[in-house]
């Protein structure tokens, strides 16, 4: 039998705090062992920025920078909406 806020939870996709504290704990373990800082961080989603932008046209209000784990294989994953293709000027 599901309670109302499991109920609530499934209808507005909120995940229960178990699991954003699990998520934020993976996350964390991950930082560790990969040894980055939020500088290095911000230091690398600066110079993807900055090469992405040489080629689009992105909004840089929505972008998103994660690193995911999977198994043995660590990801780095950047997110951003493209606006429009930069065009070369010959």
């Known amino acids: ?17 178990k699991d954003t504290a699990k998520k934020r704990l993976q996350f964390s373990l991950i930082y560790d062992k990969l040894d980055l800082n939020d500088t290095t961080l911000t230091d690398l989603q600066k110079d993807i920025v900055a090469v992405i932008s040489n ?11 994660k690193v995911k784990r999977d198994d043995d294989v660590t990801a780095l994953v950047f997110n951003t909406p493209i606006l429009q293709l930069k065009r070369k000027r010959a």
């Not at 806020?5 to 705090?17: C, D, W, Y």
């Not at 080629?55 to 920078?65: A, H, V």
């Open 1 to 17: 039998m599901l309670s109302i806020s499991r109920l609530l939870r499934r209808f507005t996709g909120q995940k229960a705090s």
């Open 55 to 65: 080629y689009f046209e992105i909004n840089k209000d929505s972008l998103e920078l």
